[in-house]
């Protein structure tokens, strides 16, 4: 089976998560990601990571160009609007091919005008206004005509505020205000085939224009829209659209992007791993589709990540109330066992558990877990149990933790420090 070398530019936006998080556990996938060297979750989460300069900066194409040489790259995923464009510029210089829509559908739907007027005889549009005199109705809407995530976006309830808002945006446009349900249209096409999948999702609560709850839906009126843009527009791979219902409930199209977007996990979950269908409808390999039918919620939140320097090849941890909790495995003890055992760490029972342990250890399927297990009496200290000073030790109890940490010398975590461990930067084999 070939394992394609992909590469994710840049790896650090809300598109680059969700590629990761689509293709990480890919067979098919070598993943490595690619950004400026600032700070961005994709440097805590990409085991391969690297530092070229963005599209606005000198010398960008060529340190692409170099970096594709240098890892064998066979895909580029681009991740970010601007970079779309400017990769479907390029792609003959290019080593590796650039997952995307053809250039003319990505130049069109970079700008929100040029989307209104391609798709005007297809899909509904909203009404646009040449300046803040044309406008007959308020409220109306400014928004830049390349922008992305709400950024520069203002509602005008009047001439004054029109005019103000329009005169702090590169490129205004103005457009009829749209008050109803916003969806997005989460879409796959094949380019012979046509459209193989559209299924919408209702945009519940949004941040910085970041969709962070969304529902998919029944709309079977937006997949009769997808099918159209899809066609006109020649889109392939993974693409979406966003409408918006006017006043008198009608859909109207709001933006169309080829590319991933953040919250396509809501279907992705459901058996559509947009990412790896847009790499095989690349290779022209047969493809078919066959979702989960139940309805899917997604809420986001910010998650933590951490980047420590704590090595240890010891994991001594303790079972009650600790891996065991409320009679219940603690799933992120779990997690560090088994995150121990992937990285080839010692791990060490150390309990003063009351039962029957082994009973125990087979009533909740912990058996062959451990290197060792020592099973202590009451006044028997856990301290005089441990040898060598790397290692961790994970206790519930803080006068444990207090004894080991005085006598041994070594670091010790109670189970809300757990994730410092399994949340844990994968930069260490990147050029950071």
Known sequence: MAIRRVLVFPAGTEIGLEIFHALQHCKEVNLFGAGQDVSNPARFIYPNYHTIPSINEAGWLDALIALCLSLKIDYIFPAY????????????????????????????SRSKAATYRALGDTVRVPRLYDSPAQVDRFPAFVKPDRGQGSWG???????????????????????????????????????DKGLLFAGARSRRRTRNGISVNTLTEDLPEAVEMAKRIGDKLGLRGAWFFQLKRDQSGQLVLLE??????????????????????????????????????????????????????IKFDTLYIDLDDTLLVNHRINLLAAKLIFQCINDGKKIILLTRHRGDLNNTLIKYRLSGLFDEIIHLGE?????????????????????????VALFCNIPTFDCSMIELLTEQAEFLNGDQ
């Open 379 to 403: 006044a028997e200290k856990k301290s005089s149990c441990i040898n060598g000073s790397s290692a961790i030790f994970v206790d519930d109890s803080f006068s444990e933790r207090m004894d």
């Open 256 to 309: 169309v992007a080829p590319r991933i977007a953040g919250a396509m996990a809501a279907h992705r979950v459901t058996g559509i791993n947009f990412p790896l269908l847009s790499i095989f409808e690349e290779e022209r390999l047969p493809l078919s589709i066959q979702p989960l039918n139940c309805v899917i919620e997604l809420d986001r939140a910010l998650g933590n990540r951490y980047c420590h320097p």
């Open 153 to 191: 976006v203002a509602r005008a309830n009047n001439l004054e505020e029109l005019v103000a808002a329009t005169g702090k945006i590169k490129e205004p446009i103005i457009c009829e205000y749209l008050p109803g349900e916003e969806y997005t249209i989460d879409c796959f096409s094949d380019r």
């Open 81 to 108: 609007d601007d970079v779309i464009v400017a990769l479907s510029k390029v792609t003959e210089h290019l080593p590796a091919k650039v997952i995307s829509s053809p250039s003319q559908a990505c130049e069109i």
